[in-house]
């Protein structure tokens, strides 16, 4: 007769390959589905966790069900190392977004960044070149500005909008963002996304945001410092909701892990002490 633990270790697997074949499904959706080298960014990751989450069901299944004990120790030990890689990046995670936050402006509706106030390792992610392009070209595939051009705000509706993080961002004392030019510019609002410089404008100013920013609606403020800033702040909170999710996943996985090693100790004592036949 199956032991409790064997039973329920494989019901619990059972349940970790029904998300492998959702996470196989997802990337190959995602795969016919992108049409940019942004939408393709989660496919490779997703069909990785689909194959992971598979290899390690069919072992525990097959650990625990069909009692290969060698099989269930291959299992409990790629489940331990599991445990512990996503104990260290929720740890990370935690770390690195723990600074970043973002000041309430009177009498505007959205808040103001700075990039000095993330982590140095988040920092430095934006400040290289290679990723910055590879960010800037994503923002610009999903439209970000143009939807915020779409509006046709008049200036007291704009200033009072609630905008995401990366639509308006700031740097230092001055609010900024990709899709506008900091307030300390004076810049003259004419729509959302294009601001007239005043006349004698110094390229010399202290802010050199206001001297990247352009009304050419491919460029905007995609290269300010701000938007560098709005990035982070989105990112900041994208890894908290993950690192979340990951403690809750965590649990599940030490749960797992524990009814494992019991299996474990089932099968050994089974074949250390295998049942006599019984005789009429």
Partial sequence: ??????????????????????ALGGGA???????????????????????????????GLAGALCRA???LWL???ALFLLIVLLFAFTIFAFVVTNRGAGWVVSGRGYKEYRLGDYSTWLQRRVENAENWAKIRSCLQDGKVCQKLGERKETVTQFVNSNLSPIQLMNLSYVQSGCCKPPTGCNFTYQSETVWIKPPGFNTT????????WSNDQTALCYDCMACKAGVLANLKNDWKKIATVNIVFLIFLIVVYSVGCCAFRNNRQDNSYPARPTWK
């Fill in 205 to 212: 100013t202290d802010d050199p945001d206001c001297t990247t």
């Fill in 69 to 71: 004990t060698c099989l």
């Fill in 29 to 59: 959706w995602l795969s016919h589905r992108a049409s940019t080298d942004c939408e393709r960014f989660l496919e490779r990751p997703v069909i990785a966790l689909g194959v992971l989450l598979l290899a390690l069901s069919l072992a």
């Fill in 1 to 22: 007769m199956a032991r409790c633990s064997n039973g329920l270790l494989g019901l619990l697997n059972a349940c970790v390959l029904v998300l492998a074949v959702v």
């Fill in 75 to 77: 299992y409990l030990l």
